[in-house]
């Protein structure tokens, strides 16, 4: 039905970098019939209909998997930009596997012992929250590394998290921009990093995060 242009993002497991590709894409409309053993139950439907899309990378590069991609919808697709949408909501689909990984790794949340539903449910919700956050400081460094690290950071908090990273006490009078602010929390949250290591990761900052929040408390403590 038509190519789309992509940009494939870089794969630390399989060590291959970034590249540009071009996916083949292939759409058609089809029916599921309800399953003979379920006729008798009149609250589903006959048939359902589904969109299968097709989505093929062209001539990857040599030694390279390309990608291929069968996927079903109930949304309908009757144009190439309308199944270009789909791939890529696909394509986000790591994003919500992060925001898990975070979720439980990260905040802990599979050790809750709360007895109550409703205060298990608010507890959730709210490291919910704090997971959203910490994936936002972290690929908004990446994508605009120079908007102010102000959007996340209080004063105080920015420039602690300058002084504990460069180790000083002298503090920087304009806030700066959110690429340094990830790399002073990658000082935090673990060794120093080689260039070659990439951007720091989900992990690297919710442990920088945690350090720059006991800093604050004990600085406050000791106040």
Request: one cysteine or more.
């Amino acid at each position: 039905m038509g190519k789309v242009e992509i940009t494939i993002p870089r794969d630390s497991r399989n060590n291959l970098k970034e590249r540009d590709g071009v996916l083949q894409i292939r759409y058609d409309r089809y029916e599921i019939k309800r399953p003979r053993r379920l006729n008798n139950n009149e609250a589903i439907k006959d048939c359902l209909d589904v969109w299968v899309i097709h989505a093929k990378e062209e001539n990857p590069s040599s030694g390279t998997e390309g990608i291929e991609w069968f996927l079903m919808t109930n949304e309908p697709v009757d144009s190439i930009e309308a199944a270009y949408e789909r791939v890529c909501y696909y394509m986000q689909r790591w994003k919500i596997e992060r925001f898990h990984y975070v979720l439980k790794s990260g905040c802990a949340v599979e050790k809750l012992q709360e007895r109550s539903m409703d205060k298990t449910t608010l507890l959730v919700s709210m490291y919910s929250v704090i997971a959203v956050v910490i994936m936002n400081m972290t690929y908004i460094a990446r994508i605009d590394p120079e908007v102010p690290c102000t959007i996340f950071f209080e004063e105080d908090e920015w420039k602690q998290l300058y002084c504990a990273a460069n180790k000083t006490k002298k503090a920087p009078k304009k806030p700066y921009g959110m690429h340094e602010a990830v790399t002073y929390l990658s000082q935090l949250g673990g060794p120093k990093r080689a260039p070659s290591d990439g951007p720091p990761g989900l992990k690297t900052i919710w442990i920088g995060l945690s350090t720059l929040n006991t800093l604050l408390a004990y600085r406050d403590w000791v106040i």
